[in-house]
């Protein structure tokens, strides 16, 4: 009903929400709450200590109190693309002081799933390329060989020479290894991947 | 005491001198540790920010594997590691249906029988900082350091359920009785950005030069750290200008305990500790 609304009357902001997710009527607060599975992110009274104490606000596109005003806008497009879901390091600061309870670091992994799955993609390209090196990693060993995962990551983002030197002085002290022992029942990692992999 | 010993990725390489210093001042303390059979990686940071369930169903294969041996608690000494695992069970505690969906793709049940324990714990608690205290042969005088807890062994609290979240006071304590000279200072539990280090090292260069000169401020001459993230962040990324040495909270231990190993650990820092150390007549 809302796309018909939408499309007569040109009725913003209702237009991401209404067009993204079409029939069931699931707006895009509805499906970041889902995903969370705990407090329910309406519960913000924006009193924006998670954004006071969060390490990353400055360096962020949309501080994480925008990022929830955001999210009950209905604003899509703009917080799945933005830099700023990328730029948490997870700390998990914010959770800790919200006098809500509302798990600002767990829907910080949640609109990060869903940039992914919605072919979105990555605003912070290079983050993302870690985390699939490092991923990739553990689904080839089972653990982490920090030089591999390291020249895997260098492969993917183009970034081939910083930390060079540095790389190379860990190397000689013996901190990265070439080989390191694996998990011997691989295939019972490799399944947990297919498993768990989003379609 | 015999315990569990959950190693993870980063003991085996660029964190080695944590993971021998464990096993040492573990030996010297008389706690015995057994590898968890077969283990594999946490998915630490890069499983939970892409992929929730895999986040889960990673830590949920080692907290099985941990939970068919008859010792209950498992000695994790990596932070990261601490956190994953910690997550997993409440997550598996407290949702039933993800509970079955996990142990669907593990094949396998996973009761949250086993404890998951940072060694810091299981050092203050277990062992006691009077026995600690009585086995200290060199007391530290003259080293100050300041306790580094981070984020990934305290938040969130209810996950968690380690120190104080916002003032943790059981790193203090633990150097304390090794005869450190303890300094005050604001900035123990926060960020070092560890998990941007490698993909956004210009915004954690500023992190990390934060962390240190507020320690300078404090009158410190090192950081103590118990977490492999913080240490290789912490150690490598800090201006030329500001940098400290850092320790692993274990090196120190066995240091004051006149063990085996520290002067070849110290040589694995990018930081040189030897010249502090050895300038206190410490080694």
Same mark, same amino acid.
């Given at each position: 009903?809302?796309?018909?609304?939408?499309?007569?009357?040109?009725?913003?902001?209702?237009?991401?929400?209404?067009?993204?997710?079409?029939?069931?009527?699931?707006?895009?607060?509805?499906?970041?709450?889902?995903? *969370?599975?705990?407090?329910?992110?309406?519960?913000?009274?924006?009193? #924006?200590?998670?954004?006071?104490?969060?390490?990353?606000?400055?360096?962020?596109?949309?501080?994480?109190?925008?990022?929830?005003?955001? *999210?009950?806008?209905?604003?899509?497009?703009?917080?799945?693309?933005?830099?700023?879901? =990328?730029?948490?390091?997870?700390?998990?600061?914010?959770?800790?002081?919200?006098?809500?309870?509302?798990?600002?670091?767990?829907?910080?992994? /949640? @609109? #990060?799933?869903?940039?992914?799955? +919605?072919?979105?993609?990555?605003?912070?390209?290079?983050?993302? %390329?870690?985390?699939?090196?490092?991923?990739?990693?553990? #689904?080839?060993?089972?653990?982490?060989?920090?030089?591999?995962?390291?020249?895997?990551?260098?492969?993917?983002?183009?970034?081939?020479?910083?930390?060079?030197?540095?790389?190379?002085?860990?190397?000689?002290?013996?901190?990265?290894?070439?080989?390191?022992?694996?998990?011997?029942?691989?295939?019972?990692?490799?399944?947990?991947?297919?498993?768990?992999?989003?379609? | 005491?015999?315990?569990?010993?959950?190693?993870?990725?980063?003991? %085996?390489?660029?964190?080695?001198?944590?993971?021998?210093?464990?096993?040492?001042?573990?030996?010297?303390?008389?706690?015995?540790?057994?590898?968890?059979?077969? =283990?594999? !990686?946490?998915?630490?940071?890069?499983?939970?920010?892409?992929?929730?369930?895999?986040?889960?169903?990673?830590?949920?294969?080692?907290?099985?594997?941990?939970?068919?041996?008859? @010792?209950?608690?498992?000695?994790?000494?990596?932070?990261?590691?601490?956190?994953?695992?910690?997550?997993?069970?409440?997550?598996?505690?407290?949702?039933? /249906?993800?509970?079955?969906?996990?142990?669907? *793709?593990?094949? #396998?049940?996973?009761?949250?029988?086993?404890?998951?324990?940072?060694?810091?714990? *299981?050092?203050?608690?277990?062992?006691?900082?009077?026995?600690?205290?009585?086995?200290?042969?060199?007391?530290?005088?003259?080293?100050?350091?300041?306790?580094?807890?981070?984020?990934?062994?305290?938040?969130?609290?209810?996950?968690?359920?380690?120190?104080?979240?916002?003032?943790?006071?059981?790193?203090?304590?633990?150097?304390?009785?090794?005869?450190?000279?303890?300094?005050? =200072?604001?900035?123990?539990?926060? !960020?070092?950005?560890?998990?941007?280090?490698?993909?956004?090292?210009?915004?954690?260069?500023?992190?990390?030069?934060?962390?240190?000169?507020?320690?300078?401020?404090?009158?410190?001459?090192?950081?103590?750290?118990?977490?492999?993230?913080?240490? /290789?962040?912490?150690?490598?990324?800090?201006?030329?200008?500001?940098?400290?040495?850092?320790?692993?909270?274990?090196?120190?231990? /066995?240091?004051?305990?006149? @063990?085996?190993?520290?002067?070849?650990?110290?040589?694995?820092?990018?930081?040189?500790?030897?010249?502090?150390? +050895?300038? @206190?007549?410490?080694?």
């Amino acid at each position: 009903m809302s796309k018909v609304l939408v499309k007569s009357f040109g009725c913003w902001p209702l237009t991401e929400d209404s067009e993204t997710n079409g029939e069931d009527m699931k707006t895009f607060l509805d499906e970041v709450n889902e995903r *969370i599975n705990g407090v329910p992110i309406q519960r913000c009274y924006h009193c #924006r200590k998670c954004t006071a104490g969060c390490p990353l606000a400055s360096v962020m596109e949309y501080n994480p109190n925008k990022i929830i005003k955001m *999210i009950q806008l209905g604003m899509r497009d703009k917080v799945l693309g933005s830099s700023t879901i =990328w730029l948490c390091a997870s700390c998990e600061t914010c959770i800790t002081r919200c006098p809500n309870e509302v798990d600002i670091a767990r829907m910080m992994d /949640a @609109l #990060r799933e869903m940039a992914i799955v +919605s072919g979105v993609g990555a605003r912070e390209k290079n983050v993302l %390329h870690f985390h699939e090196a490092f991923l990739a990693n553990i #689904r080839s060993n089972g653990r982490i060989n920090e030089t591999m995962m390291t020249v895997n990551y260098k492969l993917k983002s183009g970034d081939l020479f910083s930390d060079a030197a540095m790389g190379l002085s860990m190397f000689m002290k013996g901190k990265l290894a070439l080989i390191s022992p694996k998990t011997k029942d691989i295939q019972s990692v490799r399944g947990i991947f297919d498993k768990t992999k989003n379609a | 005491m015999k315990v569990q010993y959950y190693p993870g990725c980063s003991l %085996h390489g660029t964190a080695k001198e944590y993971d021998q210093s464990v096993k040492a001042v573990s030996r010297a303390l008389g706690i015995e540790l057994k590898e968890v059979e077969d =283990w594999s !990686c946490c998915g630490a940071t890069s499983a939970h920010a892409t992929n929730f369930r895999l986040s889960v169903a990673l830590p949920a294969r080692n907290l099985a594997a941990a939970e068919k041996s008859d @010792l209950k608690d498992v000695m994790v000494p990596c932070a990261a590691c601490f956190n994953r695992f910690k997550s997993a069970q409440h997550h598996l505690g407290h949702d039933a /249906a993800l509970k079955t969906d996990i142990e669907k *793709i593990l094949g #396998r049940k996973v009761e949250g029988t086993v404890s998951v324990r940072n060694p810091i714990d *299981i050092f203050c608690k277990d062992i006691g900082l009077d026995t600690l205290e009585g086995k200290v042969t060199r007391k530290l005088t003259g080293l100050k350091p300041v306790s580094y807890y981070g984020c990934l062994l305290l938040r969130p609290p209810e996950v968690c359920q380690f120190d104080d979240y916002e003032n943790p006071v059981l790193l203090d304590k633990l150097l304390g009785a090794m005869g450190a000279d303890v300094r005050p =200072w604001s900035y123990k539990t926060d !960020c070092c950005g560890g998990s941007l280090t490698i993909s956004r090292t210009d915004i954690v260069i500023k992190m990390v030069d934060k962390l240190v000169s507020m320690a300078r401020e404090a009158g410190a001459n090192c950081i103590v750290t118990a977490c492999p993230v913080c240490m /290789a962040n912490v150690d490598m990324r800090a201006s030329e200008n500001v940098r400290l040495p850092v320790f692993y909270f274990t090196e120190l231990v /066995a240091l004051a305990m006149g @063990l085996q190993g520290p002067a070849s650990w110290f040589k694995l820092h990018n930081v040189d500790p030897t010249p502090l150390v +050895s300038g @206190l007549g410490l080694l």
